[in-house]
């Protein structure tokens, strides 16, 4: 980073070299603070306060805590020049701020203690706060988990991404059906980011190419873009858990230049400026909701090359210091590609150091495959991102240059290595052909210096299935990171009953080394702990009982074995095998061969939210919601099953439903999910599992050991063999009685008031389609589900097994993934 820029004068003014101390932590203090921020910054008495305003100056004066050490922390980084780690994600799933921020900040206690004096209801201002819901799911939550590691690991590193206007949609029900409506997160307000347009980046786009040969015969190309926009840096804190850091979270947001404006002004049409500018600022108006099929919108690739470019323009120009060699790069940063949404980078990065800062291409691109590494997410092929030829031309014609020239070095070289075996060459190459595009993930595995799937199943596969040529041709390149997940936001504070019961068994330090939790294996076996461990399970149930009542108006019985589904809609996951297993269940009691007094009382409860152009997914929560309301209300039932499905699942919303969890449904067709990361959250607040041998489910069952986890499903092997000899879903509806009458049901319109038509499409598809082979697991499933039934009737049993759950499920802490980064790919130590 280039030298702060202060005058003489102000530099050596006693308070500049000493910008800021943090406020005293005392009650005193804080209410002192927080009342001058109310008046001050909100411009309001305590007396005629709105809840939003005593929400905001609350979160002012956490910032003010934690503002030394957050500048410190930037002048550090800088100074320090080591070798630190830019994150680059399109989403980061962050939840709500303020108790991550108290709690870092070792200030939760004061503040309470603050507010009580002020008479003011802490938990009320909590609810005032809008989560920021800047992703779609797994792979946006775990960016977030990702920083919030890197910070209470003391890694130097900065995350970059976009400030969405609008969030992921907020989900409404309409007739049992999803209604999308716009998250306008920031209505009232963020008092968590620091916008800095003055530190705004130009980003160009469209025009063309031009070359030029100087006298030595030298060629160069310029290019000559058509518009562009300004990304305005928004700054977000990032505190490290009682560490003492402050990291920094940088999201961009598009605003329309006032040359780009003036230009078409001058020309004497306002209205056309007008729309211009609004053009300009789409590009960071909406989070696009799709998680799986890429639509090859235009915006969207104008969204992924407006934040890389802006990040990679602010890391060279900003954390740089003025004298640095570029050749040195790869010792001094890696760009953490977080899957293919960024991977247009790589080509941005080349161009920059041969277009703009004049170094021979094979230097750059040397440096390039040392200071890039790729996660992918994914194995459903469909998921693979794919840009259109003509669309990248248009938009990035420079880019589609470089990306062609990437291409052609590349296949020579592989052409040197393997003959020229054609259809290797056109299975390997970047450039697919009908329609002519660009495959993210081949150019984001050729650049890269690493390429890592985020489960050990799913690296296998991605090296064996996915991209079994370049393992060939890279050898080394591929490696794998188990995801992870932050036990401060998801243990600590989602279930702060546990985490005393914890730091009250092994002491406090399991909080940042989330191994020792190993030590609660012996207390497993003693049965006043497991009493408590019962009370706490029993007490966030209460917990959340309250909150669905209040959010929704829903009754959850406490004594119900609480079964939850929480992840987006998506065929591969097969909520729809979950809801085959409640029909079987009511009809067998409707029916009469199962006596409803018989049944082990269970809730279910399902969460999650459909891409809202995904009819499949959009008609699977209609018909979630069309079961609960026949179950619920059927009085031959006698309330002993029950189904929830609040609307609108999010952060906020997960952090009571999982530690209220009984039982976890992690049941995606093995082979298909990538990792999860519910399922470990589920695991660590003591909810046992039934899942399929897919993603880290494998890696939990192989910790906990089968004993406390229900496993059920074809392993993936036997997929592909299933696959390869030809499956016949009707074949299964034939052989199973039970799968008979739960499709038979569903076909004959009892959930949709005797119209047989409503749910024909899901019966259809499940009976001559079933691409995620539910009917074939479905057996299966139902025989583990009567073995938790079973199992949940010793209470005590299930009490220790789930207790073994928590201690053995350390690993699944996000400090451990990101102590995997560093040693395999990143090698960037912690500072002191
Ligand atoms: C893909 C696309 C495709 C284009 C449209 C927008 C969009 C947005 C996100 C994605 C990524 C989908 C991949 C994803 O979220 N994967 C999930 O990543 C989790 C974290 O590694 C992992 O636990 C889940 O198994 C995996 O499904």
Redesign the pocket.
């Known amino acids: 980073m280039s030298a702060q820029e202060s005058t003489p004068a102000a530099a050596s003014h006693p308070l500049a070299l000493a910008p800021v101390a943090a406020p005293p932590a005392s009650v005193d203090g804080f209410v002192r603070e927080f009342l001058r921020n109310l008046n001050f910054e909100r411009g309001v008495a305590l007396s005629s306060s709105a809840p939003n305003d005593r929400y905001m100056a609350l979160a002012y004066t956490v910032r003010d805590y934690l503002m030394a050490r957050w500048l410190e922390d930037q002048a550090r980084q800088r100074e320090l020049q080591a070798k630190g780690v830019c994150y680059l994600s ?2 980061y799933l962050l939840g709500r701020q303020l108790d991550n921020n108290l709690l870092a900040a070792r200030l939760t206690e004061v503040a309470t203690e603050a507010m009580v004096a002020c008479g003011i209801d802490i938990d009320e201002l909590r609810q005032q706060e809008v989560e920021p819901g800047l992703g ?7 960016a977030a988990c990702f920083i919030d590691s890197l910070a209470t690991m003391s890694v130097p590193s900065i995350g970059y991404g976009i400030r969405y206007e609008y969030g992921i949609f907020r989900q409404t029900f309409v007739d049992g059906q999803q209604v999308e409506q716009p998250d306008a997160w920031l209505t009232l307000g963020s008092p968590w980011e620091f916008p800095h347009p003055e530190a705004a980046q130009k980003i160009f786009f469209g025009g063309h190419t031009e070359k030029t040969t100087d006298e030595q015969g030298v060629e160069t190309t310029t290019w000559v873009p058509g518009w562009h926009v300004l990304a305005v840096p928004y700054n977000y804190m990032v505190p490290g858990y009682h560490n003492g850091r402050v990291n920094t979270l940088r999201l961009w947001r598009a605003v329309a230049s006032n040359a780009f404006d003036l230009r078409i002004f001058n020309s004497g049409d306002y209205e056309e400026a007008v729309r211009a500018q609004t053009f300009a600022e789409n590009i960071s108006k909406v989070l ?1 909701p ?6 090859g919108k235009e915006l ?1 690739l104008q969204q992924q090359y407006f934040f890389v470019a802006a990040s990679i323009a602010d890391f060279l120009d900003h954390q740089l210091s003025a004298d640095f060699d570029l050749e040195n790069l790869p010792e001094r940063v890696i760009f953490q590609l977080n ?3 960024p991977v247009i980078a790589v080509p941005e990065f080349m161009r920059v150091l041969v277009d703009e800062r004049g170094m021979e291409w094979d230097a750059a691109w040397a440096i390039t495959q040392k200071c890039f590494a790729y ?1 992918c ?2 194995l459903l092929p469909e ?1 693979l ?1 794919v840009w259109p030829v003509d669309l990248l031309g248009r938009l990035l014609p420079r880019h589609l240059e470089i990306i062609y020239r990437i291409n052609e070095e590349f296949l020579l070289e592989v052409r040197e290595r393997f003959g020229d075996d054609e259809l290797r060459i056109r299975n390997m190459s970047i450039i697919s052909e009908n329609p002519r595009s660009v495959r993210m993930a081949y150019l984001a595995t050729v650049a890269g210096a690493k390429v890592n799937g ?2 050990e199943l ?1 690296s296998q596969l991605l090296r064996e299935k996915v991209l079994p040529d370049f393992d060939e041709f890279y050898p080394g390149k591929f490696t794998n990171v188990t ?1 992870g997940v932050t036990p401060r936001r998801f243990v600590r504070l989602a279930n702060p009953g546990l985490a005393g019961l914890i730091t009250e068994a092994l002491g406090a330090g399991w909080t940042v080394d989330l191994e020792r939790l190993r030590g609660l294996e012996a207390f497993a076996e003693d049965p006043e702990f497991r009493v408590k461990f019962a009370e706490v399970k029993r007490a966030n149930k209460r917990i959340l009982s309250d909150v669905l009542r209040e959010r929704d108006g829903f009754v959850l019985n406490e004594d119900h074995l609480l079964d939850v589904m929480v992840k ?1 809609l998506h065929e591969y996951k097969r909520q729809m095998l979950k809801l085959l297993h409640i029909v079987t269940e009511y009809e067998g009691i409707v029916s009469g061969r199962v006596e409803a007094s018989s049944v082990q009382p269970r809730t279910f409860i399902f969460g999650a939210k459909a891409a809202p152009g995904y009819a499949m997914a959009k008609r699977i929560i209609h018909l979630i919601n069309a079961v609960g309301s026949v179950v619920n209300d059927d009085p031959r039932v006698e309330g002993r099953l029950k189904v929830l499905f609040p609307p609108n699942y999010n952060v906020t919303l997960a952090e009571r439903v999982i530690p209220a969890a009984d039982l976890s449904e992690q049941i995606s067709l093995a082979g298909k ?5 519910g399922n470990m959250k589920f695991a660590l607040n003591g909810a046992l599992t039934i899942g399929t041998d897919d ?2 489910n494998v890696e939990i069952r192989e910790l906990v050991g089968d004993d406390n986890f229900f496993l059920f499903g074809m392993t993936e092997p036997e997929v592909e063999a299933l696959w390869a000899k030809g499956y016949k879903p009707a074949e299964f509806y034939q052989a199973d009685s039970g799968l008979r009458r739960a499709i038979d049901l569903i076909a004959s319109g009892a959930f949709s008031d005797g119209d047989r038509s409503v749910f024909e499409p899901v019966v259809s598809n499940l009976l001559y389609d079933d691409r995620f082979m539910v009917l074939a697991d479905y057996s299966s499933y139902i025989a583990e589900q009567a073995k938790v039934d079973a199992a949940y009737g010793d209470q005590d049993a299930w009490t220790r097994a789930s207790i073994l759950n928590v201690a053995r499920t350390g690993f699944f802490s996000s400090d451990r993934s990101i102590r995997d980064y560093i040693d395999r790919i990143w090698h960037t130590p912690p500072i002191l």
């Open positions: 399109a989403e779609n799911g797994g792979l946006g939550r775990l696009y799709e998680d799986s099929t890429p639509q969207r899957d293919t949404h996660t997410h994914t998921a991102e985020v489960a799913h995801n987006r999910e990538a990792s999860g990361t993603g880290a």
